[in-house]
């Protein structure tokens, strides 16, 4: 018997079944993604000027320094957090909304009641290290939000510099209700 | 020769006579088995750390530069993991075991070689000696140091190469449905 002719066999035997259940699995999961989805290729800029309207930096993901990200958030835009969910229950910027980015396909539904395609929103993660804020907001402008803001400090840059932190899980804080 | 034959190749004959060799024969065929139960466990666990969570498997890969934001990444985030898992699976249940080792040897030596490719790049990069290079290779494993995920990987190529080139395989079910 030839053993590799016998080895090929198997193994395409092996790879078409894993391949399969991959994909059935991916489909009804919940945290899928589409493999052929479009991948928007947008460039992530420097803020322009703080306050300068989106228009200044059209197709573009903005990123923010740490003044003006505490501007959005006391403005009470929406602000995403795309850290996991121990993180942010651990501690998170007041009012921010959790959207773990490798949770994406499981929470987006959950989380587009409280986007605005018109309005502003910012994204920040862990710290200065991480990128899946700029990653995150790359899959929303897929989604047509273009007004994403991005404030690469992260939960660090904020925390350090001594601002409010909220404590708390989800549901809590989407009501308004969180610990801080 | 039909194709129950070949996808369940056992050539039992080929450990040889009971008087003969027996003892030296078992003795690799228990050693065979002790080397299936440890790849399969490897694998299994380190499929169960990266299925589900595609997006984090397909950065984790994106770390090696070698393939960018797109069909090919994700496809391959996606369907990884599951082979992995029914590479794991087979090996302990004792089907497709040669064609299992094949994949198994294939993937590891693709593994080894990022991994180096990837330690090169840090050592060139940073100047961070070999001994003290420190990552998560994205293997299912967290991170570790370089040179013990290189050794390991070997070690995984080496422990495929002996199930492909066993004679023959006891405990599995192929003997049943053998005549």
Redesign the interface.
Known sequence: ?N?F???????????V???A???I??TF?G??????RK?VDVPVVEDVKPDEPAEAAPEAIRVIDLQRFAGVVDSGRVVIDARTAADYREGHVPGAILLD??E??RHIASVTPYLDFESEIAIYCSGPMCEDSE?LAKELFAMGYFRILVYRGGFEGWEEAGMPVERGDRERNHTGSGET | MRLRDYLFENDIAAIGGRRSRAAAVAGNQYVIAIVRVVLGAVFIYAALQKIGKPLMFADEIRMYHVLERGPLLYTVAIALPWIELFCGLSLLAGVFLRGTALILAALNAVFLAMITWRTVGVMNAEGTPLMKIYFDCGCGFGATYAWKKLIEDSAFILMAAAIYFSPAFRFTPARRWKG
């Open positions: 018997m053993r002719k016998c080895a090929i066999l198997q193994a395409a035997v092996v790879a079944v894993g391949t259940a991959a994909f699995y991916n999961s945290n899928g993604i589409n493999p052929f991948i980015y490798y994406f396909g990653l």
